[in-house]
């Protein structure tokens, strides 16, 4: 981190945009949390973001109030983001959010630097620098939840790639003649191992759980639900082995919901690895995400201190 | 590049160490090549260092004989290099070159700073500094030779990663059950889509052809060949895709002498891709490498000039 920014009382704001919340988070340049304030979003961008200023300018207001400098702002948006034109591409959830210029309308009304990514990219950027991920070169962050996304953080800094779409592991073909994914592509990861996954494995099966529920009935020990997470996790395996065998990181740090179940499919996600990476990377580390519910406004908290330090900003 | 450097009369000397020939070539700081010599290599690293460091000591003189200065010297090997050590792992081909201090040795022999990497590091080096892909800032460079190798280029250094073991998308694993691969791992790319397996696939079909003779039958219209080529292309395509998805480069470089192949390769190969990348890729250049038979021995040449310019060396 910046030196001038270190052992200051500088602090940085995060908004988490989701589909169904918002919420408002402050950080210190640690990562330390000092703030987070949650709203239900509402529909369409016009009627959330006058919320999300009203949230910001909260925020902000109670920071100096504790005698802090808020040095920067950072925006996580569920959706597709153009990091290099720091607008949102749209919402698969919601209207009016194509090409809005969210940096730019947040530095102007608040005056301080303002940056703009997805919310895998700043989640894994939460990770890596706060987070399972901190201390290491290149950590591979890979969010399960109904969806699956990702995100590469090379010393500190989000890869964002050409078209600002690096990380997209959930996207990944394992089998062409695989199940339809929301993509439109057959056979992605995201359609063997996400949340939603699980859910249409056990409608498959006969059985009327959600994602959630699957993974707790394995984890009780139903045979039926067992097998369908281990199929699961063993898909997210051999994608994971294949993006270490090509990316060789120091870690990966799987996050988001699925994660949270327990050996029921830690297990068979280790095994599938090993069994699959080259040999050479065989010991790269699986560890569990850190920052739990609170990693999404950490990690647009974390896009506002690289605002304010200027690293990693678009070019 | 080193402004110390652009525009002096500054050489840097590459040795390309393969199973069967031994290549020295100099280049200047615009990759320009300015000698090459070839010898078979003699079988085990006893015999070859002396071949090796008399090779490097005659470039040398030669270079000082035409004004040169010698500031840099590469080496790129044809196997797993430690690249943290500067040493050689081993070969699969060859007795002798386990742990092999290479860049040591050449370094002190000839005073002059020395980089160590293995080839297809080294070619990818070449080709983004100075073939297919200059002027991007990320490359994937994809060797299609009777094995498959890789490299990930970021702004003009290689990306190693943890183990020194990135950029092997020859062992991404296309399908756990599919054919039994060098490695040991079975469905790895290198097993769909090299030319050792256009050789097998044709010996399936009854024929007795090498990946060389199968390619050209496939070019001059057989059918059974025309399949085995599609094939494999096709199987390549699907690991471009998957890579691309995860690190969205500027540029893929497909080299090496599978992609010397006409379009009976090329076109199976771009719709694979297409059909199966994230959308926001989707048009991504694939562009064919440039330097040809010179990429090894100016890949070298290139390590050699990071060498003297102290850009990427192991940490």
Request: charge should be negative; aromatic fraction near 4%; proline fraction near 5%.
């Given at each position: 981190?910046?030196?001038?920014l270190?052992?200051?009382?500088a602090?940085f ?18 990562g330390?949390?000092?703030l987070t304030?949650e709203?239900s979003?509402?529909?369409?961008a016009?009627s959330?973001?006058?919320v999300?200023l009203a949230?910001?300018r909260s925020?902000?207001?109670a ?5 802090r400098r808020v040095?920067g702002l950072?925006?996580g948006?569920?959706g ?8 949102t ?5 919601s ?10 309308f ?6 301080i ?5 997805n919310?895998?990219?700043?989640g894994?950027?939460?990770e890596a ?10 950590v591979?962050y890979v969010?399960?939840g109904t ?8 010393e500190?800094t989000v ?5 600002s779409s690096a990380?997209?592991?959930g996207?990944?073909v394992?089998d ?12 992605c990861?995201e359609?063997f191992?996400a ?9 498959e099966?006969?059985?009327s759980?959600?994602?959630r529920?699957?993974?707790a009935?394995a984890e009780?020990g139903?045979?039926v639900?067992?097998?369908?997470v281990?199929q ?6 051999l994608a ?7 990316l060789?990181?120091?870690i990966?740090?799987?996050g ?7 050996e029921v499919w ?6 599938a690895?090993s069994?699959?990476?080259?040999p050479a990377?065989?010991?790269t580390r ?11 406004v ?7 201190m690289?605002?304010a ?5 678009p070019?």
């Amino acid at each position: 981190m910046d030196k001038t920014l270190a052992g200051t009382s500088a602090a940085f704001i995060g908004l988490d945009i989701g589909n169904t919340r918002l919420t408002v988070g402050a950080a210190d340049a640690d990562g330390c949390l000092l703030l987070t304030e949650e709203r239900s979003a509402p529909r369409g961008a016009e009627s959330a973001l006058p919320v999300l200023l009203a949230m910001a300018r909260s925020a902000a207001s109670a920071l100096r109030t504790q005698g802090r400098r808020v040095a920067g702002l950072g925006l996580g948006f569920g959706g597709p983001v153009d990091y290099a034109g720091q607008r949102t591409r749209g919402s698969f959830h919601s209207p009016g959010w194509v090409d809005v210029p969210l940096a730019e309308f947040f530095a102007s009304e608040l005056r301080i630097p303002a940056l703009l990514d997805n919310d895998a990219n700043a989640g894994g950027l939460a990770e890596a620098l706060f987070g399972a991920g901190r201390r290491h070169r290149v950590v591979l962050y890979v969010n399960v939840g109904t969806g699956i996304g990702g995100a590469i953080v090379i010393e500190g800094t989000v890869h964002r790639g050409a078209t600002s779409s690096a990380g997209e592991i959930g996207h990944v073909v394992l089998d062409p003649e695989g199940p339809v994914c929301n993509c439109g592509k057959r056979g992605c990861l995201e359609a063997f191992a996400a949340g939603s996954a699980l859910e249409r494995m056990a409608s498959e099966a006969g059985l009327s759980l959600t994602g959630r529920e699957t993974m707790a009935a394995a984890e009780q020990g139903d045979v039926v639900c067992r097998a369908i997470v281990e199929q699961a996790a063993g898909h997210l395996g051999l994608a994971i082995a294949n993006a270490v065998s090509l990316l060789d990181p120091d870690i990966v740090v799987p996050g988001g919901g699925v994660p949270l179940a327990g050996e029921v499919w830690w297990t068979p996600l280790r095994e599938a690895f090993s069994r699959q990476v080259v040999p050479a990377a065989a010991r790269t580390r699986l560890a569990p995400a850190e920052l739990g519910y609170h990693a999404g406004v950490l990690g647009a908290a974390a896009l506002g201190m690289q605002a304010a330090e200027g690293k990693g900003l678009p070019t």
